[in-house]
């Protein structure tokens, strides 16, 4: 019922440009944080980008000034505009929904971002 669909991965080449979006659907996520997680292959999942119900953002320092999130509550999405993709970017990025206060969260299947010449 509750769905995370993650879509706007892709092939780009490095200084490029993508932006992901995360659409939820099943319930009222208004209370909910939303974020980015990425993992490339061999590593740990990190968090990438966070925001808020009320609007404060994270964002881990290595995508500091290139990355930005932002959301549309009326429509349950989050969205990950990247800019100026380097080749350490590569991953697969996975949409996340949780709860400000309650232990409910939600994860998406994950979308392939490569950032390669």
């Known amino acids: 019922q509750v769905q995370l669909v993650e879509s706007g991965g892709g092939l780009v080449q490095p200084g490029g440009s993508l932006r992901l979006s995360c659409a939820a659907s099943g319930s009222n996520f208004v209370s909910y944080a939303m974020g980015w997680y990425r993992q490339a292959p061999g590593k740990q999942r990190e968090l990438v980008a966070r925001i808020s119900s009320g609007g404060t953002t994270y964002y881990v320092d290595s995508v500091k000034g290139r990355f930005t999130i932002f959301r549309d509550v009326g429509k349950n999405t989050v969205y990950l505009q990247m800019n100026s993709l380097k080749p350490e970017d590569t991953a697969v990025y996975y949409c996340?929904?949780?709860?400000?206060?309650?232990?409910?969260?939600?994860w998406g299947q994950g979308t392939q971002v490569t950032v390669s010449s």
């Open positions: 996340n929904a949780e709860h400000e206060w309650l232990n409910d969260y939600y």
